[in-house]
């Protein structure tokens, strides 16, 4: 076995290991032996990452599992849907099914919260392995067990929490990923980096371009602090009801924004992510919670990078300030007029706000000298 960097996300009866290094697909076997062995896996992938990887998993554990299929569904976001799963569901019934198949989610974000969210509903739950071929997947959507799919209403909004068994996190699987994704995911690194450990961001802001590069050992560790960060966070807070509110860092801009861009593919999740961390630095100085100087690194590393630093330079910054606060609104499932943010006090120390008015976002983005609609 090739030596894979191990963490556990501790969550008692439900803890799993997620597994980061090179090449694992070829040797899931092994590292997959104990969820496998003996069971009908069922993986499925997306139409692009489904011809480049399922065989070769295919092939690598169907001797060790007792039966396996293969399913795809399109890829793209618009699979996190209710006809998707409903199709998924009812393929994977049609298939047969007991309490011992195990699902295996291949792909980025938009199958793992699907295929976790079949799996959490087959049966009343049945056990499922994430394999993130992402990397936003491989830093976030993979682990801490948040699963679902998009409803009219909005995104996100039909779900449950349900853990996998394993994340098995090949960063050769990179290579075949889209630049622009690959930035993208990028940002979620930085997200962590933001909200608790200053000492990263500052790695980050001498390493981003070898990890954009895929040099392995610098991939490695980014992804590897990344998913210890986002497992203590879930450890001391599994379902949302304090601290793992501070992974929203930027995200409530984030959201407004890719829902004025309807998800279309104009503007990526952790493009509009990077966006967000911006405006949520600078909304924190204009609360004198954090520094000028800070606020301007934070901009200055999301420039340099190639990620939009600039919202308003974003298709969804042209929109009118009471749309984006409609959409935050709706985005924090809250009536009232007025909102909680994710800010920080320094680059490393995010904290909750709360009881934020309409009226004062509205006055910051127009002090931006943008949108006076
Ligand atoms: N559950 C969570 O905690 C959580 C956290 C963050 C985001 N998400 C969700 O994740 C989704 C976004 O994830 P995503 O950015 O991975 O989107 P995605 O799954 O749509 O993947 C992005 C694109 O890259 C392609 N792709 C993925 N891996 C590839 C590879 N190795 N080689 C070639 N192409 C590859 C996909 O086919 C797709 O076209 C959103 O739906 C978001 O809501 C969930
Ligand atoms: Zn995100």
Redesign the pocket.
């Known amino acids: 076995m090739t030596n894979a960097e191990k963490i556990n996300v501790g969550l008692n009866d439900r803890s799993y290991p997620i597994l980061i290094g090179p090449n694992l697909l070829k040797a899931a076997d092994t590292y997959l032996y104990d969820f496998v062995s003996n069971r009908h896996c069922i993986v499925i992938s997306?139409?692009?990452?489904g011809p480049?990887?399922q065989n070769l998993l295919a092939k690598t554990i169907s001797p060790i599992c007792c039966k396996l299929n293969n399913l795809r569904v399109p890829?793209?976001?618009n699979?996190?849907s209710l006809s998707v799963f409903t199709e998924i569901c009812n393929d994977i019934l049609n298939i047969g099914i007991d309490r011992n198949t195990i699902l295996i989610a291949l792909?980025?974000?938009?199958?793992?919260?699907l295929v976790?969210f079949a799996s959490a509903s087959l049966l009343r739950g049945i056990d499922y392995i994430q394999i993130?071929?992402?990397?936003?997947?491989q830093v976030?959507?993979?682990?801490?067990?948040?699963?679902?799919i998009?409803a009219q209403a909005g995104?996100?909004l039909i779900?449950a929490f349900h853990q996998p068994k394993i994340v098995l996190t090949d960063t050769n699987?990179?290579?075949?990923?889209?630049k622009r994704?690959l930035l993208?995911?990028y940002a979620?690194i930085v997200k962590y980096g933001l909200l608790g450990d200053a000492n990263f961001f500052k790695w980050l802001e001498k390493n981003w371009s070898d990890i954009l590069d895929l040099k392995q050992d610098k991939v490695i560790y980014a992804i590897k602090r990344s998913c210890e960060m986002k497992a203590e966070i879930v450890a001391s807070d599994e379902t949302e009801k304090g601290m793992r509110a501070l992974?929203n860092l930027g995200h409530t801009f984030a959201h407004a924004f890719e829902a004025i861009a309807e998800?279309n593919g104009e503007l990526?999740?952790?493009e509009a992510v990077a966006a967000g961390l911006g405006l949520a630095f600078d909304f924190s100085y204009t609360k004198q919670l954090c520094s000028k100087e800070d606020a301007a690194r934070v901009r200055s590393h999301l420039a340099q990078t190639g990620l939009p630093y600039n919202y308003a330079s974003l298709p969804a910054g042209k929109a009118p300030i009471p749309q984006i606060i409609e959409h935050m609104r709706k985005d924090k499932k809250t009536v009232s007029n007025e909102l909680t943010f994710i800010l920080a006090n320094r680059i490393g120390k995010a904290c909750v706000v709360q009881n934020i008015s309409e009226e004062e976002i509205s006055s910051f983005f127009i002090a931006k000298g943008v949108n006076h609609v």
């Open positions: 997306d139409t692009t990452i480049i990887y890829s793209g976001e699979s996190k792909g980025g974000g938009v199958i793992g919260d976790g993130p071929t992402s990397l936003l997947a976030d959507s993979s682990v801490g067990g948040k699963t679902g998009n995104k996100n779900g699987l990179l290579n075949s990923l889209s994704e993208s995911g979620e992974l998800y990526l999740h952790g």
